[in-house]
């Protein structure tokens, strides 16, 4: 068996675990060799799960300490540009989190980044490599539905985002950091760009868990017209509070294909007529997607040793930034939004 | 439209209420017009309910005092022959309850009766009735999973038999009061009849419910061989407190065909993470069965204006009987019992 | 038992025999005894096969020659008005099918006609009498899932409309021929009126079958905002080909609510690996709602029986009506309309 | 991390296969060193394809030459026992597929060898790995459900088995190779050990294919009770064709558990409402039991590491084995057989 690719995790907390236990526990052509986080208590209750002795800060001191071929950036938003830019000038492979940043300025810069400097640059939709979406995605390509029409995606976290990405000046709010998947998954699925938006959110649970971010809203939807004429939705609810809920419906000419379900398990409990028969229901997006998370990592290493191309690339992550920021000038403005628009305005700012 | 067929009810409980509801509510092609049960207050209530006044202690009494031409019987089963051969006799149709009778000699005599007196004779299958169970039976039928090979029937009940209905003495127990569907299924969609069967019985719930009958058994499971080789099994558990259950499994040469469900109602809720996923189970057989029994009785009123003969025959009726016989006698000598030896010595009694 | 409610069906077409059905096999307490069609070759298939001999061109003829107490209306929308406004001033109950009327004048006209003659109007929101819908409302009401936070209701019908329904020249188009009950159904469980819409809607298949009526669509979808915030949408594809698919989801603060599934029957089978399983799907309405449609009937007879307000009125027809006109707008201008600028439009009209 | 364990692997077909995928993909905790197999084509392919230069024709000649601490055996049954003794003597810890062996004397030596070298011996039980077994059995640990009353497991496998595996002069037959698990699992379940049993069995589709081995059956069904009085069934087919299904079900003094389900993957499709919605479903047992087959082996690993005894030990084994010899007596001798009988019957051979 070929050596193992040394990586280097960058963000330790919860989606920086659940890729730490990937390396560890389920991927032999992998090794966690360096782990960076700036809560040092974080880093060290991770480094000590894992057994990572190289603990850092600062990326910085890690690329100046430690050997590695790859990154796993898992960091706020906010830190993904200048954490994706450094690591492609010191040559490294990246898998970066979603949402890939919070413009498209950014965005650029990340795939000019990893462009100039022959770096891979992978985004974490690991709905991608999820084998419900994978298949279902397989058999709409083969026309099994025939042509796209309709398609609705979901996302309904359980918990409270964490401040800096409720808020629509640290992150781009829930659409953004919960929805991020929905907006690549349509877009794959719809087999399209989306081209205008229109979302309606609300608050009903913010006040009672005293959020006072400006502009919080924990409901959102957003009504989809893509290039070919797909229309759809993408909903959020955030927190639910219920499970982890991802789910996808498309009707397409032929009939209808329907991705995911709410049940977590196929062990049905009955022991209360009154009550009914219970079953397990995702509790977690860990849970949902625990197959989706190590193969995305496995692709991505797979990738590093082939020279391949990810299939979740920095363009993808870019049109999930853009339908996002489309979706918020539409909430701020009350009216239908064109991608076509905010990329004007994109390119006036930075022009 | 045609005037109804008048009918008289025998048997104001539970199933006769059931039937009764049918008629009231359901059934434009016949009325409800006279109520016999030796019960009185249960006659008074039921006849109050449904809005009939001519209500008797006795079959004898109706017969002279009320006009109808056909009755439903659902009284215990140790009364069924006497006021079947009467009814017979009388020229009235009848649509009796499961189970038939008693032993065979019994179900030769309703048979003959009702042969002789040209009137029409309908077991209460209703499953026979069910849309799930009618369309599954059609598709066995027309060969989509081939030839059968192997079937698998249940019924669980959720409360205690009263006590006739448990007593090996007054009815033949749990097989047949709570079974008798079962019997029936799997003789239909195994399309053979049953040649020998072994029964393993237990009771677990009897002594905490202070049920001192002997041989009482509240869980049963009889594996069964059919003519043309099919093997399967049948389960009871009465009480079995969570909910009415009755689901059908059917393996073929070609495929596998499963008929119903626990759950009661297309609704999921999730409140509860923790719990899981929610959904209403079948409460009780009148619920689960809502459409069947209308429909059985629907057929026996057609069958009385078209004079076709009912789907659901004695003879079907008299097999059960002979199934519930054999799985009797397996269970108290704890071998495999064939019918043909039951039959040998029901003839050898009757000769 | 009472004797039947006299009813004269005006529309003898799909819907109509629907009813017809429901009157002469399943409602002891109704007759059907007069039919109304102006196509003379269905009003004698339809009067032939329900055994009805008072067969009448227009309704003026079945009032001069025909008792009854109650109508119902199952002829195409733009005949709703006068039908109704005449069957009131004679004094007729009045079940008039959905969408209610073309436009809110004559949602007006029909309530103040029938309040003014002391006349009930029930319109065809069979929904209200389904089930399950019945039951998920009720525990919404008792706050099983918390105050509702986002609602999504679909109907996907399986062929093309009629070309009188697809115009919006002559009906309000699918959001009001087809979705009609999902405009109903979202302000029933939001508990509250909608107050801004969003439409995009798409032509996919229309080319392809000949359809060249202006501003013809097959797939729509609605984003919804109600004045207790609760956001949603409704969508509707018609011709969906694949079968009549009729579901809706419900978020409240405390968990999920799903009612309706694409299955139509608890089978299974499954006779090729590579297939998978496979159970049978809802067809058509009249199959997914078999039981409402009885039941909704059976309610109306019951309340001209108690003097009781439909539970389904012409003040829920008309938010129906309010909401597609809204709805219509939004696609034409291409943004968001609120209801009260429709009202106020509405108003300055008749004004 | 700690060096990986090093495995040979004895019998490189389609089961050593997936062990091998399992350590080659999944498990970075262990390393396959050796491959063993008397088939040299076999041999050399599956080395090839998970790079293991290490070849052997046999477990002798992997001995001398290669270095490793366990063994995992998937050759045929009746080579279980010496391969088992012979690694057990060196010093291995031995990972041995079901079923354990074609006797109890087999089993016993099994035991007594890896007790008296202090070697682990786990059987290959996989599915109490599996995460739906393992959650439904710790939920009627804790009494979620009660005392269990009745249980019921099946296996239906899609292919016919190779000669060896069906003739049981060979093997145990189809219940020892396909049902094995069901075994297993009714005794984990119940909570107890089988005492009697009863078997019916058919030959459906030997013919058809050519099978002429004497006692050669397709379709078994197995009446169990415990010697706690829970009652129950192990049923199988194999040829079943259809797909590879895996189930059981539970009923205990207060309520029901269902494990698993046909579908194997939570995607719907519909695109013919004549044939209705589908699913796929589980293919194959490496499919269905994906994630059971590199837990099974993961927890071995764990077990030589920490010297934990393997949850699925010789006693498991022998048990399974112990039932298939009473239910393959009572098949022959149509009469229900203890399983004291045959432990006598094994003592008096032996002794």
Redesign the interface.
């Known amino acids: ?1 070929p050596s193992p690719i040394r990586v280097c995790l960058i963000g330790a907390g919860r989606a920086g675990q659940v890729h730490a236990n990937s390396l ?5 052509g992998g ?1 966690l060799v360096a782990l960076v986080d700036q809560n040092l208590e974080v880093l060290k209750a991770t480094g000590e799960r894992f ?1 990572v002795a190289a603990r850092f800060a600062t990326f910085e001191q890690a690329l100046e300490s430690s050997e590695f071929e790859a990154v796993i950036i898992t960091t706020p938003t906010f830190t993904h540009k200048s954490l994706t830019t450094l690591a492609a000038s010191e040559g490294k492979h990246i898998f970066c989190e979603k949402p890939m940043a919070l413009s498209l300025v950014e965005c650029d810069e990340m795939i000019e980044a990893s462009g100039s400097h022959s770096t891979l640059l992978q985004i974490g939709f690991m709905r991608r490599f999820d ?2 979406f994978q ?2 995605a397989a ?1 709409i390509e083969a026309g ?4 796209p ?2 398609i ?1 995606s979901l996302t ?1 976290g ?1 918990g409270l985002p964490p401040p800096w990405a409720r808020d629509l000046e640290t992150s781009n709010g829930m659409l953004a950091e919960v929805n991020s998947h929905d907006w690549d998954t349509t877009r794959w699925l719809a087999q399209s760009n989306p081209a ?1 938006v ?1 979302a ?3 608050n ?2 913010g006040a009672a868990r005293g959020v006072k971010t400006p502009h919080f809203y ?4 957003v ?3 893509f290039e070919n ?5 993408i ?1 959020g ?1 955030c927190p ?4 982890y ?1 991802a789910r996808v419906e498309v ?1 397409g ?29 995702y ?1 977690t997006w860990p849970e949902r997607f625990a197959e989706a998370y190590i193969r995305e990592v496995k692709h991505f290493l797979e990738c590093i040793r082939t020279g391949a191309q990810p299939r979740s690339s920095g363009e993808d992550g870019r049109w999930a930034v853009l339908g996002v920021l489309a979706a918020t000038t539409s909430l701020l403005k ?3 939004v064109t991608l076509s628009e905010v990329l004007r305005q994109s390119r006036a700012v930075t022009g």
Chains 1, 2, 3, 4 share one sequence.
């Not at 209808?256 to 009914?276: M, P």
């Open positions: 068996m560890a526990e389920h991927i032999p090794e057994g084998p419900e298949s279902a058999r099994e539905i025939g042509r029409m309709l609705k309904h359980p205008r229109y309606e959110v609300a009903f649970k924990d409901t959102a939807l009504s989809m017209r004429d797909v229309i759809g939705c909903s609810v639910c509070d219920y499970g809920d009707v000419e032929r009939g209808i294909l329907q991705i995911g379900e709410l049940r977590g398990q196929a062990v049905v409990v009955c022991t209360n007529r009154d009550q009914g028969i219970v079953s397990p229901v509790r009350q009216r239908p």
